[in-house]
């Protein structure tokens, strides 16, 4: 190599770097033309460049403008490319308040109800918001989208996701496995949420360094969340000293949604549910708001619906004969 020519090796590891580039590499060979002195090479999530060197430093800075509006927007064409190289930054039109994460492969992921609407408009003005409602209502998924748009967003440094496993005793001993392992089974809905709105390797790297982190809610106790978004799934099998214990860790710069089905609480016939309580003796503290979805809601299959209701026929039947 001349000593006119350079070499540089750019990471894109914290992207979808595959949807970046567009089907067949379409978007990088319309780089290409944008740079013709340079000889750009791509394995997997590693580009490298090779050319003169003021090349290279331009190259470098309108990519990162790319990536920066990749994320915002999760897609880049052509036009917004071309408004890179111009302007430096790429076309804000479109922008859309009712879009909360860009997801993965081009996913938009907003309210798609007006319940689930109510739920983001609340997060705006109160600090703790309790979303009760039955399965497939969107609201750990709608939780999990505003807790991620926050940290996008740099209005938080960190995500906290917590849940009663196994039991209110939260029984994990017996489970194989470190903490997260015996942890994984009963967060997946929150995993699966978090898959589709940060890519792969990005996900991984939260995790490592704990800008996302799991913690089984017995674990909460003594600490005191700052700066973080907190998100209590499953709440309905918290007990009333375990959800009082946890709405006490809020700290400065906190955000907790706390969701849960009172329909499906596991705990002992003698027990009450802490969000039950919770959601009875907070409601009318202001900055604390309780959000109620219903079968309205329900977004997955359509027989999710019909499911809900038949239970619910039941239920009202088998206590009309309780009480006859």
Same mark, same amino acid.
């Given at each position: ?79 917004? &490319? ?16 009712? &879009?909360?994460?860009?997801? %993965?492969?081009?996913?938009?992921? =907003?309210? %798609? ?5 109510? +739920?983001?408009?609340?997060? =705006? ?72 709105? @940060? ?14 982190? &799991?913690?089984? +809610? ?12 907190? &998100? ?19 700290? %400065? ?27 009875? @003796? ?43």
């Amino acid at each position: 190599m001349d000593e006119q020519c350079s070499e540089k090796i750019i990471s894109l590891e914290d992207i979808d770097y595959a949807h970046f580039w567009g089907a067949n590499e379409k978007m990088l060979d319309f780089i290409r033309l944008l740079f013709p002195k340079l000889k750009l090479i791509v394995r997997g999530e590693m580009l490298k460049a090779l050319g003169p060197a003021d090349d290279i430093a331009l190259f470098e800075d309108k990519l990162g403008a790319m990536v920066t509006y990749y994320e915002k927007f999760g897609r880049i064409n052509e036009n917004a &490319i071309m408004q890179i190289m111009e302007n430096g930054s790429g076309p804000e039109t479109e922008t859309n308040d009712e &879009i909360l994460v860009h997801g %993965r492969n081009g996913l938009l992921i =907003k309210a %798609r109800t007006p319940n689930q609407q109510r +739920l983001v408009e609340s997060v =705006k003005k109160n600090d703790m918001v309790f979303a009760i409602g039955p399965a497939g209502t969107g609201k750990t998924y709608t939780a999990v989208a505003l807790a991620v748009r926050a940290l996008k967003n740099k209005e938080i440094r960190r995500i906290i996701l917590t849940r009663p496993a196994v039991e209110a005793g939260e029984s994990l001993g017996f489970l194989p496995g470190d903490l997260r392992d015996k942890l994984d089974p009963y967060l997946q809905p929150l995993y699966d949420a978090l898959r589709d709105m @940060i890519p792969q390797q990005k996900l991984l790297s939260y995790w490592e360094d704990n800008t996302i982190e &799991i913690a089984p +809610l017995a674990f909460m106790r003594g600490r005191t969340l700052d700066n973080a978004y907190v &998100i209590l799934d499953e709440a309905q099998n918290a007990t009333p000293a375990q959800l009082k214990m946890f709405l006490t860790r809020m700290g %400065r710069n906190a955000k907790f949604i706390v969701t849960g089905d009172v329909t499906q609480i596991d705990l002992p016939r003698n027990q009450q549910s802490g969000l039950v309580q919770a959601t009875q @003796i907070l409601k009318d503290i202001e900055g604390i708001s309780v959000i109620e979805l219903d079968n309205s809601d329900v977004i997955r299959h359509r027989l999710v619906t019909k499911i809900i209701r038949a239970y619910e026929r039941n239920h009202d039947n088998q206590e009309q004969k309780t009480t006859d």
